[in-house]
């Protein structure tokens, strides 16, 4: 996975479907699953929030922008509405009816879907300034 935008929602979308295939032996993914979705649509209105927030003391502070150097609001606000809109249609939908939106989730097993959780896990912005804290 090379960490683009895509790849992360394939991510995020086959680990869901790990989790709703297994619901059956363990009643717990239930909560797991609701768990994933409403933090990553937490993380993604927090980041916007401080995308827009640095972007503007950014403006303030230099008096000139680069424009080609920082995304624009737009672009943040763009980014965000559309991983907000695809973790929507994830909590729209019916568990009776995620079995048909399957993409790839007859290739995750367990090992997968723990690998899969410790990559999204890395991402987190706790998780990369670890060796900050550690350090410190």
């Keep these: 996975v090379s ?3 895509d790849e992360i929602q394939q991510l995020q979308k086959a680990l869901l479907d790990y989790l709703d295939e297994n619901t059956e032996t363990d009643a717990s993914l239930v909560f797991s699953r609701k768990f994933y979705v409403a933090q990553w ?8 929030e401080k995308a827009i927030k640095s972007q503007k003391d950014e403006d303030s502070s230099e008096g000139t922008h680069h424009a080609k150097d920082v995304e624009t609001t737009g ?11 695809f973790l929507r249609s994830i909590i729209k939908t019916a568990p009776s009816q ?3 939106l399957k993409m ?3 290739t995750v097993d367990y090992e997968d879907a723990c690998l899969i ?5 890395s991402m987190r912005p706790f998780a990369q ?3 900050i804290y550690l350090t410190q």
Aim: proline share 0%.
């Design 117 to 121: 959780v410790r990559y999204l896990a």
């Design 129 to 131: 300034s670890f060796d």
């Design 98 to 100: 995620f079995s048909t």
């Design 41 to 48: 649509f937490r993380d993604t209105t927090m980041e916007t």
């Design 75 to 85: 672009q943040i606000m763009h980014r965000a509405e559309s991983r907000k809109k």
């Design 3 to 5: 960490g683009g935008e």
């Design 104 to 106: 790839n989730s007859d």
